[in-house]
């Protein structure tokens, strides 16, 4: 069975949700307004009050601030640096060991 999925621009989200936050109305009443469902609105809410501005990034990937992606990096360059590390250790050993 295919489903066909509907896909909201980031823009449309986060007017959506601007104008949820700025309503009288209830999440329901603002999703019927707007011809979405509720649930998807009250998850975009969410997510906005979590990230901001970097909200829907779009297509699984994640918007990060300079500080996260220095912080993301750092850790992938030690993590390398670790394996090299222990790929020397190993090294040295086997070339140190005696016959």
Known sequence: METN???????????????????EKSVKEVARDLGIPH???DRWRAQYRKRGELAF????????TPQEAENRRLKKELA????????LKKALAIFTKKR
């Open 5 to 23: 999925r509907r896909q909201y621009s980031e823009e449309f989200k986060k007017e959506a949700v601007e104008y949820s936050l700025a309503s």
């Open 39 to 41: 649930h998807n609105l």
């Open 57 to 64: 990034p779009g297509h699984g990937k994640e918007r990060l």
């Open 80 to 87: 390398d640096t670790q394996i090299e590390r222990d790929i």
